[in-house]
């Protein structure tokens, strides 16, 4: 790993060191958010090492602290999810041969790594960039959520520290900067609408997911044919 690791570019290796400061910040948030909600310290650990993907397990624990049922989280987190599979077809032949080493590659697979990974100009850089920024994210976000999950335990009173408005807000955050998109914004509309109109009768977490139904609202209009003059295409 040391090797890959000196393979990058000094630019590249600097970028990576700032990504997993941020990510282990956001997994101190993280952490601490769970804990302050009333849920174990052990879930963030536990949440971050098995699923290890920061959108997924704050939308579960988001879900589960607003009174939902696990089942409606674990639909949440896994519908989140789904954007990582065309990402791992994209880099899915870097991970190289043999089960166990495809496994632990594609454990690795988040935004920041593909992110990092399709920058690099030839097949040994982006694999070099591929292994060493998601074995480096994923010591820093579970360090961070460790961090987090103990600090949120050891504080006299969380709900002093307005924790149960960080979770929407981090969530927010996250979206926000695929807003640019005219048919992101539709869909984020749409949904926001649906959710807010089912929350109110529906138990928790069911909004959430049939707020998954603008996505429908981003889906491209069918355009009529084309005719030439005289009506022939």
Do not use: K
């Not at 310290?41 to 949440?47: F, G």
């Not at 496994?103 to 060493?132: I, N, P």
């Not at 109109?197 to 139904?213: H, Y």
């Amino acid at each position: 790993m040391r090797s890959l690791w000196q393979s990058l570019p000094a630019d590249v290796r600097r970028a990576v060191v700032l990504v997993c400061a941020a990510d282990a910040v956001v997994g101190a948030a993280f952490g601490a958010l769970t804990v302050g909600a009333g849920l174990p310290l052990w879930l963030p650990v536990a949440l971050s090492l098995a699923v290890f993907a920061g959108a997924a397990q704050f939308l579960f624990v988001g879900v589960i602290a607003a009174g939902g049922t696990p089942l409606s989280a674990v639909a949440a987190g896994l519908l989140v999810n789904a954007r990582l599979v065309p990402l791992g077809l994209a880099v899915g032949d870097l991970l190289g041969p043999g089960w166990l080493r495809r496994l632990a590659g594609a454990h690795l697979l988040v935004d920041e790594t593909v992110a990092f990974t399709l920058a690099q100009g030839t097949a040994g850089a982006r694999r070099a960039a591929y292994w060493t920024c998601g074995a480096a994210l994923f010591v820093c976000w579970n360090l961070g959520v460790l961090a987090g999950a103990f600090g949120g335990a050891l504080a006299p009173d969380t709900a002093d520290l307005g924790l149960d408005a960080a979770f929407p807000a981090v969530l927010l955050a996250l979206v926000l900067p695929t807003l640019a998109d005219g048919a992101t914004r539709r869909a984020a509309l749409v949904g926001a609408v649906i959710a807010v109109a089912t929350a109110l009768v529906l138990p928790a977490g069911v909004p959430v997911l049939l707020a998954l139904l603008g996505v429908l609202a981003a889906l491209p209009g069918r355009r009529p044919p084309q005719t030439t003059q005289g009506g022939f295409p």
